[in-house]
């Protein structure tokens, strides 16, 4: 048989070689790190016999394939861990995520936190043993027949719904059995760190109409070290999660009356309005014009759009004087009404329109997340109307404003190619062409990219941006769509040059994606401490004693007169208490005044990092401040 590496090389082996074997005749390194093989593209386990042609990868930690079957491996053990201390529980579903794995069971038995102890210390035995992982393809038949005898009733239910041809495979370890397509580590022993992290609830299959499971997350890591890492990052977050510190920071807050509605409060205001007076601005000077689109608007018009076929499950209705309307959950259909609305010629194009437009999604309870996952919020939304040979210089512009707008804030990001999905509309040429069109733009931009098949949207494949937060996770925001079909199915057009009328290609874009979630991400990016331009208090004036008022709301004054937005703590509390409650609510400037102060026209200022950095006039002090504010600092 023939084995081609991904340096083009060719290796000869004798039939029925293993990946495993495979890499241990490469170099005895590379057969310690290898986890799992792509074989032809497909992600294998090291063990499995390889055909006699095939291109092959071997996969470390380091690749994803590779931490999925890590991880993978580690879901079965976590199962396996669990049949052993609580007999009887049957098993849902234990996928490797992004930065772990779960599993899911139905037992008479509430999961407290004070048993992941336990189970921690079984699997350990489990890994210990060194059990390997066994593969088995089996019929239908014998698949249903072996998991009805294990009572596994959740496990009969996934057999069922597999198509007709599609392999079925189990993998054994010691006495465990799961029904699975893999691919798994070569045995137990190969996990070094595991940790469980977490209980919560989850129905089955994600439906509310399906028993509701209990679900155990945890993760694994080769090094211990690593692991030690991912922890401190966990608790990092705990800290700055955005719930917590919004309601501490009185930024916004989520009510009973209004389960996924976000009330946003004063100070919260504060930070929209700044994100919202940037957007503006930067639009502003790419060339757009914004306009404003009704919240409800007809049936028949989603119908035209494609959104009732292929949304509806997550709409909102209503009926006015006997008729359907719906309540929209993108802003699209209404810009394309706006287009319509009057007649274009070529020398219009494009055409950006961009709005601020707040929708409405049905999500369900269960996954109602604070700001990150919510019912209604604001898309940053942008349609470009377009000649087909202005596509690449459009989606370049885009992607230059996204690029403006991450950097401002300190984002790192990387991008992604979604093609077209199941559920698509259109022929399979018009979404070659689109997706052509988006790589030959990224690639003009020299910007890398993965793909990530089958996740555009129904009418287009897109671009998207996942941004890096200050801990290191990652987050979709900006994303920009190719649409030939929206301008097919409303009839739009414009004059060419020709005097004929032509068809127009159309952007859908966004840059922060949603104003609410963003601001959830930048509440934990900064931890809550809120560079100086974005920050709802920017200086806090703080008297010594009580004969120091009048001077103090005179800075004040002044500050505010400045267009800084500034208070005074002029509680009957010792300076350091009124020092140390600034620094809490993550106030960027501290200015304490006493006599010396107050006889000189002089603050003495403290700053949030750096502490005392000592007495200026106080203009100098408002030069420092605005100038940092002009500039978004």
């Known amino acids: 048989m023939q084995v081609t590496l991904p340096d083009g090389s060719v290796r000869e082996y004798a039939a029925g070689t293993t990946a495993l074997e495979v890499a241990r005749d490469i170099s005895p390194k590379l057969a310690r790190e290898a986890l799992a093989a792509r074989v032809n593209g497909e992600v294998w386990d090291l063990t499995r016999p390889l055909p006699e042609q095939c291109q092959l990868e071997l996969l470390t930690f380091a690749d994803e394939g590779g931490r999925l079957a890590y991880r993978h491996t580690a879901a079965h053990v976590l199962a396996q861990a669990v049949k052993h201390l609580f007999p009887g529980t049957r098993l849902g579903i234990g996928p490797a995520i992004t930065d772990g794995f779960y599993y899911d069971f139905d037992s008479e038995h509430k999961f407290t936190p004070e048993d992941l102890n336990a189970i921690e210390a079984e699997m350990q035995r489990i890994i210990k043993a060194d059990l390997p992982l066994e593969r088995q393809e089996i019929s239908r038949d014998e698949a249903l027949e072996i998991f009805r005898q294990l009572n596994e009733p959740y496990k009969i ?276 062409t689109a997706t052509g069109a988006l790589r030959q733009a990224l690639e003009a931009k020299g910007m890398p990219y993965v793909v990530n098949e089958g996740d555009g949207a129904f009418y287009g494949p897109k671009i998207d941006f996942h941004l890096e937060d200050s801990l290191g996770r990652t987050w979709q925001c900006g994303t920009i769509q190719l649409d030939f079909l929206m301008p097919e199915k409303f009839d739009l057009h414009y004059i060419g040059e020709d005097g004929q009328k032509h068809r127009p290609v159309m952007i859908h874009r966004v840059v922060f994606g949603s104003i609410e979630r963003f601001i959830g991400i930048l509440i934990e990016h900064y931890g809550g401490a809120f560079p100086v331009w974005l920050a709802p208090v920017q200086v806090r004036v703080l008297p010594i004693t009580d004969r120091h008022k009048d001077y103090a709301f005179k800075v004040r004054e002044e500050l505010v007169r400045a267009g800084i937005r500034a208070e005074v703590n002029d509680r009957n509390d010792k300076i350091g208490y009124k020092i140390r409650a600034a620094q809490l609510e993550q106030i960027p400037y501290m200015l304490v005044v006493g006599d010396k102060e107050a006889a000189e026209g002089t603050v003495a200022v403290r700053e949030r990092r750096a502490g005392d950095t000592g007495s200026v006039p106080l203009q100098a002090f408002i030069d420092k401040v605005t100038g940092e504010i002009s500039r978004r600092e």
């Open 157 to 432: 239910e996934l057999i069922n719904d597999l198509p007709e041809g599609v392999p079925i495979s189990t993998y054994r370890q010691g006495d465990f059995l799961d029904l699975c397509a893999g691919p798994h580590l070569p045995s137990t022993g190969y996990l070094k760190a595991i940790k469980l992290t977490s209980l919560a609830g989850a129905y089955w299959r994600g439906s509310e109409a399906n028993p509701m499971l209990q679900r155990i997350y945890g993760t694994a890591f080769p090094k211990a070290k690593d692991l030690e890492d991912y922890l401190h990052r966990l608790e990092e977050a705990k800290k700055r999660d955005h719930r917590r510190l919004g309601a501490q920071m009185g930024l916004f807050s989520l009510q009973e009356e209004g389960p996924g509605f976000p009330f946003f409060h004063p100070k919260g205001m504060i930070i929209r309005n700044e994100l919202e007076q940037f957007w503006r601005e930067e639009h502003r000077k790419a060339g757009y014009l914004e306009i404003r689109t009704p919240v409800i608007l007809s049936r028949s018009l989603w119908e035209q759009s494609g959104h009732w076929d292929h949304y509806r499950e997550n709409m909102y209705f209503t009926r006015i004087d006997e008729a359907d309307y719906a309540i929209k959950p993108m802003n699209c259909p209404g810009a394309i009404l706006v287009y319509k609305s009057e007649q274009h010629s070529y020398r219009d194009l494009p055409l950006r329109l961009a709005e601020l437009g707040l929708v409405h999604r049905h999500e369900k309870s269960g996954v109602l997340h604070g700001l990150m996952r919510v019912r209604a919020f604001t898309q940053d939304d942008a349609h470009i109307f377009m000649l087909p040979s202005q596509i690449t210089a459009e989606i370049q512009g885009v992607i230059d404003l996204v690029d403006r707008f991450y950097s401002l804030f300190g984002f790192k990001y990387h991008v992604e190619l979604s093609t077209r999905p199941d559920n698509a509309m259109g022929s399979d040429e018009i979404w070659e």
